[in-house]
């Protein structure tokens, strides 16, 4: 396909999105029935709901654009549920393998939040501020289940700190908190 014009770009981009999006009404419940931990597997529930409503935010999207709500394969979501897969396919520990989980499905939203803020940026560049208000909304939602997801690790890491110093199950991760963090430099 020739993609000539923003508005061409802006519909194969949701076109990806929405592919993916229904990948993950279908790959959520597998993430949530292999966590252990309820809040891990509570976060993920209450994500595949919001993931629905994105589901059909996205062909009022179309409808607004006068276009069919059509899906193209999603190569990077594809990918994405594929690691995950392996992720779960692995012999771990419960909680490590619910950190693991929790790697995976911040991938995931990641993946998503950069995709969600390009169709918002090229829905306001095209001066459609209905579409770009619809598609910041889903962004936020996923910034939202980032965050909790880092929420959830980061408790996982304390308590697996505390079996650690208590002798409990010995685990390779540290006791202080973690989260997603850029490094600048190196000391």
Excluded at 22 to 36: D, F, G, H, S, Y
Excluded at 164 to 187: F, N, Y
């Amino acid at each position: 396909m020739k993609i000539d014009s923003l508005e061409t770009l802006l519909q194969e981009e949701l076109k990806d999105i929405y592919d993916a999006e229904k990948r993950l009404v279908k790959a959520i419940p597998k993430m949530a029935k292999a966590a252990t931990s309820g809040e891990l597997r509570a976060a993920l529930e209450e994500h595949l709901e919001v993931t629905k409503g994105q589901v059909q935010r996205l062909e009022e999207v179309f409808d607004l654009l006068g276009t069919p709500a059509k899906a193209k394969p999603c190569a990077g979501m594809k990918g994405l549920i594929e690691e995950s897969d392996e992720v779960m396919a692995h012999d771990a520990t419960e909680s490590i393998m619910d950190c693991a989980i929790i790697g995976a499905a911040q991938r995931v939203e990641h993946y998503e939040m950069a995709a969600y803020g390009t169709v918002r940026t090229l829905a306001e560049r095209l001066g459609n501020n209905q579409v770009a208000d619809l598609l910041e909304e889903t962004l936020n939602e996923e910034k939202e289940a980032d965050l909790k997801l880092t929420e959830v690790a980061e408790q996982l890491y304390e308590e697996m700190g505390e079996m650690t110093a208590s002798g409990g199950e010995a685990t390779e991760m540290p006791a202080k908190k973690t989260g997603i963090r850029t490094r600048t430099s190196r000391a």
